[in-house]
């Protein structure tokens, strides 16, 4: 079975630290990869998506690696702020599950402290 | 532009009634997905509709059906409404099927009682 695990399911750090939340699939046939926020009770904001071909892909304070051959990917947070506390989701698009399905880890629940 | 919207926000049903949610795709977007997440659980995938076309099923049972308009809006509709059904309803829509980027809808909150 084609999963998705992201590993710790909750991570307190205190302001200002750089962390790296951590995402594993079960096959390297993907052919994407997506970080998303989610906020407490409410929809997805996407963060960053890797395509299968790249190596990581930046925004601002964030940066995500891809190593298919691991089957990992880490979402880097710089210099993280109190505004960062949200849940984070990792989801993988599998070549033989249909580009249209998004199978998502768990989640971490991320809380940063003032 | 205008993102993904939702309706209802919230919803309280009972055991054995049927439900509609309602999801508008972002403005030049022709897919929507739907997802299911039960609480403290990432979303999983119901189906696809591309161009008013069942595009893609997930694990789910034939009591959830969807419906996608020529304007490419879309409705989830379940029925026989059971307890586990309770959880947060994503809409996600995309400009084409394959594989571009999804956004998400804020979610209809079912529960059922």
């Known amino acids: 079975k084609q999963e998705v695990t992201q590993i710790p399911a909750a991570l307190s750090v205190p302001e200002g630290e750089n962390l790296v939340l951590n995402c594993s699939f079960t096959?390297?046939?993907?052919?994407?990869l997506q970080w998303f926020r989610q906020d407490p009770g409410k929809g997805l904001t996407s963060l960053l998506l890797i395509q299968s071909s790249q190596r990581e892909q930046t925004s601002g304070r964030l940066n995500a690696s891809l190593d298919k051959s691991s089957g990992r990917s880490t979402l880097y947070i710089a210099a993280s702020q109190p505004g960062d506390s949200a849940t984070y989701l990792c989801a993988v698009r599998y070549r033989n599950q249909g580009a249209q399905k998004l199978v998502f880890g768990q989640g971490t629940r991320l809380t940063i402290n003032p | 532009e205008t993102g993904v919207t939702q309706s209802p926000t919230h919803l309280i049903k009972t055991r054995g009634q049927q439900v509609t949610l309602r999801c508008s795709s972002q403005s030049g977007h022709n897919t929507v997905s739907w997802y299911q997440q039960a609480l403290g659980q990432g979303p999983q995938f119901i189906f696809q509709?591309?161009?008013?076309?069942?595009?893609g099923r997930g694990n789910f049972p034939p009591r959830f059906s969807g419906l996608q308009f020529p304007n490419y809006s879309s409705e989830l509709n379940v029925n026989a409404l059971e307890l586990d059904d309770s959880a947060l309803y994503l809409c996600a829509s995309s400009p084409e099927p394959s594989t571009y980027e999804q956004y998400f809808g804020p979610g209809t909150r079912l529960t059922v009682t």
């Open positions: 509709y591309y161009r008013e076309e069942e595009n």
């Open positions: 096959d390297s046939a993907i052919y994407n």
